[in-house]
């Protein structure tokens, strides 16, 4: 049985140890809930500050020009293209997750006329159930088929469905899928995919032009660090960028947006998926935030990430009875994330929360622990179960405070 001490070795040995100080944790604190909301980078505060007077304050207007603000979204987008095995002119960053989806999926559904299907899983998360039926209610005769299980999936795509709509890693088990296969079976039948890579990017290397993917939304706010709200990206492979169509086209997407032309004619390649203008401040923190990932060696990233995920399974289950795994054992099957149930998850979330181990819960029954590896030590796992253990002992989650439900869980 692994003990603390041994915990502390792994830790001196990690290769990606450094990393750590570039991020402000608060001391003391186990934060194992950078799949929702990755904490500040250290360099993040004195960039953001330098936009702010530099760029703002003295630049003005000027600055859209002089310090490139109009080039943000392209600039950021190839930044991310790395971390996703695309090319840099095949991603910009741009409004939020769902609408990124929105956009895409409407594109997407373009580029397959005379085919009737978006095929999802009931299970993904809810706004790209929400997305998809509301590109389907604008596309005539268009229906989001729902599978309940990979198996169910692969025998669903068929020569009726125009585009697959998949969650790379799942938001509450951590399931991973197999990119290149479902990619390759989707194409096979003739439909496109479109992966949604919140849970993912940051977490685990990707080969989205490897597998042949066709289009992929993310967002940055997670494992990327780049703050509450921070702008989404969004992927459209080369060969797909002059014919998918602008669903939401606004003037920073037309050819020639200070031509003010009363007609729209979309931009040429990737840029004709922008809307309207880019949140600078908001894409200055990212830019600061993405400032250290070219140093990050992606490989010893994924196995720290599974080193520390099957580390914190077998340590739940050998000391907290009463959780039952909800997450693939199989390292290769999920991403960097754990999710445990139990009928009580809530209330063990928030006491846990109260004895500094933050992680979340997710309706109706489980509680998810998000594993970053760039700043979450081994010790740190250790020391989650042992809280987690006693929380479950003195059966802590008892207390009336930690049963009232926050608006955000
Ligand atoms: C898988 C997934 N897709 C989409 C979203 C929503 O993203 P946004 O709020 O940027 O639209 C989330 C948010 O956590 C998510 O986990």
Not at 63 to 90: C, F, K, Q, T, V
Request: include cysteine.
């Amino acid at each position: 049985m692994t003990t603390r001490d041994d915990c502390l070795r792994r830790d001196a040995a990690d290769p990606l140890r450094r990393f750590r100080d570039r991020f402000h944790l608060p001391d003391g604190l186990v934060y194992l809930d950078g799949n929702s909301l990755g904490p500040l980078p250290r360099e993040l505060p004195a960039r953001l500050h330098a936009t702010l007077a530099r760029e703002w304050g003295e630049g003005l207007i000027r600055s859209w020009n002089d310090a490139d603000w109009i080039g943000l979204p392209r600039r950021l987008g190839a930044a991310i293209a790395p971390l996703i095995g695309a090319r840099p002119h095949e991603v910009i960053v741009a409004d939020s997750t769902s609408i990124n989806l929105y956009k895409l999926l409407l594109g997407g559904l373009a580029l397959r006329p005379g085919r009737q299907v978006v095929l999802a899983e009931a299970g993904t998360f809810p706004t790209d159930l929400y997305m998809a039926e509301g590109a389907a209610a604008r596309a005539a005769g268009i229906v989001v088929r729902r599978v309940e299980s990979d198996a169910e999936l692969l025998a669903a795509i068929d020569e009726t469905v125009a585009v697959v709509m998949l969650t790379h890693v799942d938001f509450r088990s951590g399931r991973l899928h197999d990119m290149a296969v479902v990619t390759a079976a989707a194409h096979a039948a003739g439909a496109l995919v479109l992966w949604d890579l919140a849970h993912s990017v940051g977490a685990l290397p990707i080969a989205l032009n490897e597998a042949g993917a066709d289009l992929a939304v993310g967002c940055t706010y997670k494992y990327l660090n780049g703050g509450p709200g921070a702008p989404a990206f969004l992927y459209v492979a080369e060969a797909l960028q002059a014919s998918l169509p602008a669903a939401l086209p606004g003037w920073l997407g037309h050819a020639r947006p200070f031509d003010f032309a009363a007609d729209y004619e979309a931009a040429p390649g990737i840029d004709r998926q922008l809307c309207g203008t880019p949140p600078v401040l908001s894409m200055a923190a990212l830019q600061a935030a993405l400032a250290l990932w070219p140093e990050v060696d992606m490989a010893a990233l994924r196995a720290k990430s599974q080193a520390l995920t099957g580390l914190f399974i077998d340590l739940v289950e050998a000391r907290c009875p009463g959780l039952e795994l909800a997450t693939p054992r199989e390292p290769d099957r999920r991403g960097s994330q754990v999710a445990f149930r139990h009928p009580e998850g809530y209330a063990i979330v928030q006491a846990l929360i109260g004895r500094d181990v933050i992680g979340d819960f997710r309706t109706p029954d489980l509680l998810r622990f998000g594993f970053a590896p760039l700043y979450v030590r081994y010790v740190d796992v250790w020391d989650a179960v042992e809280r987690l253990a006693s929380v479950l002992a003195e059966e802590a989650w008892r207390d009336p405070r930690y049963r009232a439900r926050a608006a955000v869980t």
